[in-house]
């Protein structure tokens, strides 16, 4: 059995990996320290024969025991307000935790994916974002701390790749929504779902022209394996290319759901992206792929998915196991 190590597993896109490499056949270890990953995401893997877990914070070094044929490296909080929160925690484990990542995956000579973002196209002046773009980051803004280590992240990446010849992938992850998603993340589809099961109203940042363009999980899921198996080593962009402004969203989002809240207008925050859309040009041709899944199948599936959790996860406080992983 070929053994795949997922970093970040607890969270939303590494449990839905995990799932997905269980599926495939493959022998699964996943790390986590739950920082923002929830161990509900993985309960139901823990009984699997080829599921092994690991509680640790892979800023610290990494040890695994045997062969290891891939490594998905997705630990990373990846919400505006986490970049706020823990900002020296998101610094550390895009840079100190991909280099060990890469360590290990040089130690075992293994194949690795790592997640990186649309947002090291920052906010971005050309539209839409291809590959070739450089981006628009403002490093001391406050999403500098995730844009800043998620562009070393990849530049590391390519030196390990060029300078050891380690065997590499890079996925620019685009906006992903779906079951498991963290219900307080402060991200837009959390919050909407979070606002419209409580019976509040819709909080839009800005005037709400702002576009983003959401991409479903399986999608994504289905893309990220596609690329583990290519034998393309330079960042390809997986997201759908299906753009919508904030206002119009959080409307479809009330009809959908028949819900009666109200839209209410709030700050943009700073440095928030005004425009964002993947060009999918490279992952069609490449890797044969494109999204199946539209947004109101999704959105509908999403909803399911958050209209069960139970009422104290509803109105649940943040950030459980912060002090285990701060020092100050
Ligand atoms: N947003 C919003 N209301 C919310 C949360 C987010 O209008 O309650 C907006 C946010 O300003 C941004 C977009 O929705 O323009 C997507 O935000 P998110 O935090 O999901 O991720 P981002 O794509 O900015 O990283």
Known sequence: MERVLITGVAGFLGSHLADKFLTEGFEVIGIDNFITGNPKNIAHLNPHPHFQFIEQDITNYINIEGDLHYILHFASPASPIDYLRIPIQTL??????????????????????IASTSEVYGDPLVHPQTEEY???????????????????????????????GLDTRIVRIFNTYGPRMRLNDGRVIPAFMGQILRGEDLTVFGDGSQTRSFCYVDDQVEGIFKLLFSDYHLPVNIGNPVEISIL????????????????????????????RCPDITKAK????????????????????????????????????????????
């Open 92 to 113: 550390k484990v895009g840079s100190l935790g991909t280099h060990n990542v890469l360590g290990l995956a040089k130690a075992k000579n293994a194949r690795v994916l």
């Open 285 to 328: 041709k490449i890797l044969n792929w494109e999204p199946k899944i539209d947004r109101k199948t999704g959105m509908k599936k999403t909803f399911a998915y958050f209209k069960s959790l139970k009422p104290e996860e509803l109105y649940q406080v943040e950030y459980k196991n912060f002090d285990k992983y701060i020092k100050r």
């Open 248 to 275: 119009d969203f959080a409307k479809e989002i009330i009809a959908l759901t028949n819900g009666d809240s109200k839209i209410i207008f709030k700050d943009l925050p700073v440095n928030d992206p005004m425009q």
């Open 134 to 164: 450089y981006g628009n980051v403002n490093p001391i803004g406050p999403r500098g701390v995730y844009d800043e280590a998620k562009r070393f992240q990849e530049a590391m990446t390519m030196a390990y790749h060029n300078f050891h």
